[in-house]
Each structure stands twice: as C-alpha cells, then as structure tokens.
C-alpha cells in the first residue's frame, strides 16, 4: 500500500546542515538541501541573514512582509504561491540568481569572522550573541534557498503551464547544484565550530574534523544556549560532517558530482512516474461492458488521453482504449468480479514504466558510491543516522517484531479471500495480486453487511433494514467544513477560505485563458482553493493551498509541499529583532475522484478512502502551520523522518471516528442528512478488516527499501541482483501475492522521497496509534472542554516544536509514558 507524501525539502546539513523533502510525503525534500544543505526528503530549508548583522537582503526583507499582509484574502500585487516577485515563468530564476547572491553576502560575512584572532578575554554574553547569530546567519541562507527551490519542487510538480513547470526546472537544476557548493563550504562548518562549539581558535584548520556526539557541546557557550539553539547547533554539525566536510577537497568535488547525479536521477524517476502514463486496448464484449458499469464514459473520458491532452478512446463494442491512469486503474481493480479485466489491468498498471527499473539501478549504484564515500557502510546507514531508530539493523527489529505479531492476522486475512475467490470462481489454489483489491473489497461487504444484521444496537432511532453502505456521505466540500470544525475544536483556531487571484492560481494555463476571463475565481470555485488561519491568541498562523483534482502534467500522487516554512525570532532574543515573524505556506496537492455528473456545479462525491488521505495530509499541513520555531530549520515537518508521519496518521484517524462521522464529517451529497452514530460505527469497523494484509505488504515494501539502499545494495551494476527480483523474493518469503513479470516498484515514487526510509510510516503510525488511544479519542462521552486540552496538549507538547525538541520526549510528553506498539495491534483486532 503507497502512502501519501510530503514534499518539501530542507537544507538539511547547512541545508541539510543548512537545509535539509517530503515527505514529503509525506512529502516530505532533496538531496540539494541536506547539508548546508543537505537537502532532505521534504521541505528544503534556506537560510536567511539576520536583520542585526551588517547586511539584510532587500529580497528578503520582501519575504517577511507583515503577518496581516500575509493573511488578506487578496493582495494588491498577486503573485504565483503569494510569494513576492514570482509574476512569470522567468521570475524563477530571477529569484534563484537573487537568492545565491545574497547567500554569497552571508558566506562572504561567516568567511571573514574567521579572520578575527582568537580573544581569550571575550565576555561570555558577547560569545553567547556571536553562536546566536552565527546560527541565524546559517539559517538565513537555508531560508533564501529553501523559500525558492521549494516554489520550483511544487510548481514543477503541480503547474498546468508547461513553460512555467519547465521554468521551475531551471531554476530548481541550479539551486540544486548551488546546494553542492554550499555544502562543500569548509568556511560555513568552521564558522559553526569556532563560534557555536569554540573547538577551534581560528579558522585556519581544526584538530578534528569529526563529530564526538555532542561533548564538544558541554564546554564554553554551548552550555548558556536554550535547547533549542542547542539542538539546531548539533543538528547542523552532524549533518555537515555525514555530508563529508572532513573530507578533502578533492573527495569533496567527487561527492558533489555525485550529488548531482543522484539529484538529477531522483528528477527522472519521479518525471517519469508522473509523465509516463501508458494507454492500451481491453477486448472482448464481456470486458468492454465490464468497464462500462464500472466507469462512466464521461469520466473515463478525463483519464484516457493521449500524449497531447486529447481524448483517444476506441470506443467500440468490441474494443475499447484504458489508461494506466492510478484512479482508473484501482477503481477497475477493486470493482471488477472479471478476472480476466483485473489481470489485464494489473500486469498493464504495472509494467508500464520500464525505463525506470534502469534509473533506479543507476540511483541505488550512486546513492551507495556515495555514501560510501562519506564514510557510510550504506546509503541505508547515511540516512538513518538522524532518524529516531538509528541504523539499519533497528529497522530490521523493529520489522521483524511487527512481523511476528502481524503474521496470524495477516495468514486469517488471506485464507478468507482465498474462500471468497473459490466462492465466486470456483476451484482456486492461490490470490493474485490482482485478486486482493477485488476480494478484500467483496469480503468487506458481506461483513458490513451481516455485521449490521446482527447489531441490536437500535438506541440511535436506525431503520432495521437501512442499508449499511457507506457511499454518498462523503464529499469534498464536508470534508473541508470538517476540517474546519476540527481546528477550531481542538485548538480554538479559524480556518477561513479567501479569493484568489488569478496570477496567484498554478491550476489554469494564463496563456490559454480566454481575454477578459475574471481576475478572481470566486471562493469555491475552481479546482485550487486557499485557506487562512489564525488564532485568537497566537494570531495568523499561515496559508494553506487546496489542489485536490488531476489534471495533465501534475503529480500524480497524495503529498505535502512546503511553499515557505514559518519561524519567529523570540522577543527575548534582543540581538535580533522582534516583530520578524515569517508565516509559513503549504500546499496540499491531491487527486481526488472528479465529480460524477457533468455539471461543474456538482458535489465532489469521495469515497472513504480519499477522505482519509485528505485528512492525511491535512495533518502534515497542520504541522507545517502550528510549530512556532526560532529557526526555518527545524520548522514544522522538518523533524525527523520516521517521526514526521505522526501527526499525519493522527488527524487520519479522525475521519474514521465514529463519533466525529456521525456529528460533522459524513452527511449524505444528496438528503443533506448525517450518517448515523450506528453507520459510523460500522464504517470504523470495517477499517480493521484485512488490516493484516496491509500492515504485511507494508513490511514488504519497507524490507525491499532497506535492501536496495543497504550495505549489499540490489543493482547489477556493483555485483547484485536486480532490484526486480528481490522485489519477488521478498514477497514470496513474506506469502504476499506477486506476479511474474511485473515490477511494480518502477513507480513507487518513495524510493525516491523516502530511500531507506520507508518503514517510517509504519513505524510512525506505531505512534499514532498510542497518542490516539491516550489523549485524542472523541468519544460520544468527551465534553468540548475534554477536546480541547487534549488537542491543546498535543499543540503545544508536540505540534508547535517541529524539529526543535527531540521526538522521544515530545512523545512522552504528550503520552505521560515511553510509546507502546499495543494500541496499534489493539487496533487491529477490533471487531
């Protein structure tokens, strides 16, 4: 099972250590920001210079507008993402020149502080100024270049405008390769050293280049620093020295080259998964009328099209043309009792991007040359090395003990669709791949339908014989308005939608529009939406971007983008100015179901699913808005990867509470009336079923991961197999149905945004799990006051630190305990 992403990448050693996606995922961000950036799978970071040193770029003066500017529905100068002076494709890179040059400026001020000879005399508030403000300095840059390449992830990924995705993808290339500089900058490491930890006197060279895991930090100034500014200082460190800045500066030049590579393979896999949609013919009168009750015409129409944008349905009785679209596709896979239709569907979905199986191949080769030569055993070692689990070696225990106590549900869940298939098909011995969608679909149905026989639980005034379907009741415009209801709610906080501009709008191509079209698409209307949030407290909060339908050339995927991370300078940082309070800006790009009638004026009717991932990457959006963080750096979802889906898996979980459907999510597109506590409940018990099936292709997925990237990587090209047949042999040892010839994992886009990385959803949802259980349950029984300190709690122990606060605390904070595994499995077994 694929899971939504964040996409937004951070700087990640100056931008990763800088910088850091992703997720991206959930996006999470790029390789380009990792070290200074060390970019990392979601949400690039930038920095930005302080407005108390001697320079403070004008561009980014333009960036930090006042928060109430930030907030109007409409500005006087609409710009593409609201961001200041993006009005043209080639403003991208205008902005990406304007960046680097200021970046240079702050190199240039860090490079010459070097220069100051060492005073033993220096004051310890005059020291604890200088690591202050060289820690703003850094984040200054990881903010200038963050704030640019991430407009250019999302504008590639999402524009309708080819020239304007193709301007983002300049820009974008040439930040990246910028990033490789920056991370290659000794002077920014030893700026860091000599102010921040005081190892060393003078800029000259150092005694030690490696990291000794924080004891340097114990001595001088380090210890008057909050935790904060102290977790930021080791955070960049480690992430410059895992980047290689120990190393020569000939290695160095070789891993940049290497960077660079590794960027522009990440670029074509993902290009590819979103550009390489393959159409072909289904035959047979049986199959055609198959499709015909499944899909209606008008909306296979909108997922069948040629490569210049135009409908190429064969349309006979006889014939008739598919597309390897996602939606079409799992919609025909889950609905279709055809084996014969499934199977075609499946081994079509899932042989249709060959090309990619040789980019990954050269991807897992360089990720390991790579890393390797930063001193790593495996790519798998270099990105777990910042990750709450730590090594490999963590991820396989943790995998394996989720394994062990999944594996009896996992082999009931199976043998029921294995019953259910012989019921249909008659005589069968095995479920193919392209059975399980179809089965679990079939099998859930027939428990709904005789759970709800057998429930005597008539207190809530149900007809005996209402159905227990659950289609209808869900609809995009509910599901906003729940979301509304759940912020204020939870947090006292108001989600209000405002106009936009049409300069302002990435889902209409301008050069196509109509002379005289509206400069403002009414609220509602279109198929990108804006929202503003603020609290009466805390005050505005930052934008949120809706994109919620496909359209040609747009990612293809669930994800989180991060347009500006927020961070606020401290009022009792006096060095720096107050009233410097950067708002961040997010997107949430889905590709929800068109509506089903040709009028535009229709509801958006969703089905279950598609509200769960709605609300998925909700949370990550939520993430981005509520962290109130001194640094870009460690804002909002830039924490760590395997912590960062927590808050994600937590708001998902929301959209299947029983008590939350009945009372505000699901109310019928066409009565207008809300589901009954009954049906909800229903609804919430048919998520367990075949949870097992799930949670063991997950376990697939996140070992296959961790073999590609791992200390004997899979690519023929340094000596080992193919990545498609570990991909087979896993799913044979683990009994999950695979299918000859088929490489599924050519478009499975988080090898990308999440290598080595992937097990973190699981992981993560471990967590989720238990901080639902614990303090964010809405019971019919909890009062509003209960609601509040719960999702206050959460806020302000969890939310509003970002990556600023250590995951292991934030959740014994919130829980009161160190996390279990249990409520997740207790989850599981709910009937």
């Known amino acids: ?26 996006s999470k961000c790029h390789p380009i920001a990792r070290h200074i950036a060390s970019f990392r799978n979601r949400s690039t970071k930038t920095k930005r210079h302080d407005a108390h040193s001697s320079v403070y770029p004008s561009h980014q003066r333009s960036l930090q507008r006042s928060s109430s500017s930030q907030t109007r529905p409409s500005e006087p100068n609409p710009t593409l993402f609201s961001l200041p002076n993006l009005s043209q494709p080639t403003d991208f890179l205008q902005l990406a020149r304007i960046a680097t040059e200021e970046c240079d400026v702050i190199r240039k001020e860090l490079a010459s502080s070097l220069q100051t000879p060492h005073d033993t005399e220096t004051p310890i508030e005059e020291s604890i100024s ?78 030690s280049s490696s990291f000794n895991g924080g004891q340097d930090g114990n001595r001088g100034v380090m210890r008057h620093l909050s935790p904060e500014y102290q977790r930021m200082a080791y955070a960049m460190r480690r992430e410059f020295e895992r980047d290689g800045i120990h190393l020569s500066y000939n290695q160095r030049e070789e891993a940049r080259e290497l960077n660079n590579v590794i960027v522009g393979l990440e670029s074509l896999f993902s290009a590819n998964i979103t550009e390489k949609t393959k159409v072909y013919d289904v035959t047979g009168e049986s ?7 499944i899909v209606p015409r008008h909306i296979l129409g909108q997922l069948v099209r040629s490569t210049n944008g135009q409908v190429t349905m064969n349309s006979t009785r006889s014939s008739l043309t598919l597309s390897t679209d996602a939606l079409l596709t799992n919609t025909l896979l889950a609905h279709s009792p055809s084996p014969q239709l499934r199977k075609e569907v499946y081994m079509q979905s899932n ?121 209808g009741y869900f609809t995009l415009e509910n599901s906003i308005e729940g979301m509304k209801v759940l912020v204020k709610d939870l947090f006292g906080i108001e989600m209000v939608e405002a106009n936009i501009p049409i300069q302002e709008r990435w889902d209409v191509d301008l050069a196509k529009s109509p002379e005289g079209s509206d400069p403002i698409v009414s609220i509602g209307g279109g198929g990108l939406r804006k929202f503003v949030f603020h609290h009466q407290e805390e005050g505005p909060l930052g934008t949120m ?61 969703l089905s279950h699913s598609e509200v769960e991932t709605l609300f998925h990457e909700f949370g990550h959006g939520l993430h981005s808005l509520l962290s109130r963080t001194s640094f870009q750096h460690l804002s909002g979802t830039r924490a760590a990867m395997d912590f960062v889906e927590t808050p994600s898996h937590w ?107 992937y097990y973190g959803y699981l992981y993560a949802q471990t967590f989720a799990a238990d901080i639902w259980a614990k303090a964010a349950s809405t019971s019919t029984s909890s009062s509003s006051e209960t609601v509040r300190q719960g999702g206050m709690k959460i806020w302000k122990e969890m939310l509003i630190h970002g990556g600023a606060k250590d995951p292991k605390e934030m959740l014994v904070a919130v829980l009161g305990r160190e996390p279990s595994v249990d409520a997740f499995f207790d989850g599981m077994s709910q009937k």
């Not at 694929?2 to 997720?23: E, V």
């Open 1 to 26: 099972m694929t899971q939504p992403l964040i996409m937004s990448r951070s700087l990640n050693s100056l931008i990763r250590s800088i910088c850091r996606a992703a997720p991206h995922h959930e």
């Open 130 to 207: 200088q690591a202050k403000r060289t820690l703003h300095q850094l984040d200054d840059i990881s903010n200038l270049v963050c704030t640019v390449i991430d407009a250019c992830e999302l504008c590639r990924s999402v524009h309708a405008s080819a020239e304007w995705r193709r301007a983002a993808g300049d820009a974008f290339g040439m930040l990246s390769e910028y990033i490789g500089a920056l991370n290659a900058d000794e002077r920014l490491y030893l700026s860091l050293r000599r102010w921040v930890f005081h190892d060393i006197q003078d800029g000259a060279g150092s005694e």
């Open 287 to 293: 199959m055609v009328g198959e499709v015909d009750r």
């Open 351 to 471: 042989t249709s991007i060959p090309e990619n199986l040789n980019v990954l191949d050269s991807l897992i080769r360089h990720r390991h040359l790579h890393s390797t030569l930063l001193g790593y055993k495996s790519y798998a070692h270099r990105v777990l090395s910042d990750r709450m689990v730590g090594c490999p070696e963590k991820v396989e225990e943790f995998l394996s003990s989720m394994e062990k106590r999944c594996r009896g549900v996992y082999e009931n869940d199976m043998e029921v669709l294995l019953k259910a298939k012989r019921y249909v098909e008659g005589s069968a011995t095995d479920i193919e791949p392209w059975d399980v969608p179809f089965y679990t679909s079939f099998v859930k149905s027939q428990r709904q339908h005789l759970r709800w026989k057998e429930d005597s639980n008539w207190t809530d005034g149900d007809d005996e014989h209402e159905s227990s379907q659950f289609s």
């Open 545 to 605: 971007y809706f994109d919620m339908h496909p359209r040609e050339g747009k990612f293809v995927h669930a994800a989180h983008f991060t347009i500006r991370c927020g961070r606020i300078r401290n009022n009792d940082e006096t060095s720096f100015t107050s009233n410097n309070h950067q708002l961040p800006i997010v997107a949430l790009v889905c590709n929800l179901s068109p509506s089903s009638s040709p009028d535009p004026s229709s509801a958006t009717v």
């Open 651 to 757: 708001m998902e979980t929301y959209a299947r509470d029983p008590s939350f459907l009945s009372k505000v999510l699901a109310r019928h597109y066409i009565t207008g009336l809300p589901m009954s506590h009954r049906r909800a409940r229903h609804l919430a018990l048919s998520h367990v079923d075949f949870r097992g099936v799930e949670v063991q292709t997950q376990i697939v997925h996140s070992r296959f991961d961790q073999a590609l990237f791992g200390e004997t990587p899979c690519s023929p090209s340094l000596g080992g197999c193919t990545s498609t047949e570990i991909f087979g042999r896993l799913h044979q040892e683990a009994g999950v149905p695979y299918a000859m010839g088929t490489h599924w994992h050519s478009r499975f886009g988080h090898l990308v945004t999440y290598g080595a990385g």
